[in-house]
């Protein structure tokens, strides 16, 4: 099943913050996080296994709430780089060699 | 470069037509994907292969057949490819249990059938 996310779009100020939210009505064992600039391949993120952890990367981090099988994506003082679309994709066992994707959040970043 | 290498990139044919997408990877990876991207922008899984042997088969039609000759290389080909079958198709891998580790996809192979 598929995972939903949202808002499907937002756009922002360079500076400004974004949270993109992903929710699966199936358990989960991982949430992946994807950026995708238009005419390429979707670039890696982050990962977060079943136990609720938080990661970061530079001024992107993320949360796994298990209990909500929800995970958000936060993007503090963005920057025009970060425009794209992003998508969360779920795994609901280890090594279930089988990643869904959401429908995808486009964020624009604008000067 | 370690990468995901597709090829071609830009495919163009005629309906009705037989085509192949190659797809070849260095990171040592156990496990090699087929995803279509739609107009939408929906990827979604077709295939998964760990170490040669076909894990998973999203109910794609039987026109899609994957080939894993080894490890390294999943390929695509397609029988009498008709309209709905215009994407862009991508390849990807991943190490088996691949804990802290995501997805690495191809450049993507954009198809277009008229």
């Known amino acids: 099943q598929q995972p939903v996310q949202s808002p499907q779009a937002v756009i922002l100020r360079e500076g400004e913050d974004a949270v993109i939210n992903c929710s699966s009505s199936?358990?989960?064992?991982?949430v992946h996080w994807y950026r995708q600039k238009h005419g390429e391949a979707p670039v890696f993120l982050m990962i977060l296994l079943k136990g609720g952890e938080q990661k970061g990367h530079e001024k992107i981090s993320a949360s796994f709430n298990e209990k909500k099988q929800q995970s958000s994506l936060y993007l503090t003082a963005s920057q025009l780089s970060y425009s794209g679309t992003y998508f969360c994709?779920?795994?609901?066992?280890?090594?279930?060699?089988?990643?869904?994707f959401g429908q995808g959040t486009r964020l624009t970043i604008n000067p | 470069d370690t990468a995901v290498s597709q090829t071609p990139k830009y495919l163009v044919t005629q309906m009705g037509n037989d085509k192949s997408i190659k797809c070849e990877q260095n990171?040592?990876?156990?496990?090699m994907y087929w995803y279509k991207q739609d107009s939408k922008k929906f990827l979604k899984i077709m295939f998964s292969?760990?170490?040669?042997?076909?894990?998973i088969n999203e109910t794609v039609p039987n026109r899609f057949s994957p080939k894993s000759p080894d490890k390294a290389h999943l390929n695509l080909h397609i029988n009498s490819l008709e309209l709905g079958d215009s994407a862009v198709y991508f390849c990807?891998?991943?190490?088996?249990?691949?804990?802290?580790?995501?997805?690495?996809f191809g450049s993507g192979t954009r198809l277009t059938v008229v």
């Open positions: 292969y760990n170490n040669k042997e076909l894990i």
């Open positions: 990171l040592g990876h156990d496990t």
């Open positions: 199936k358990a989960l064992y991982s």
């Open positions: 990807a891998s991943s190490p088996l249990g691949q804990g802290t580790v995501g997805y690495t």
């Open positions: 994709g779920t795994e609901k066992g280890r090594g279930a060699q089988k990643l869904v």
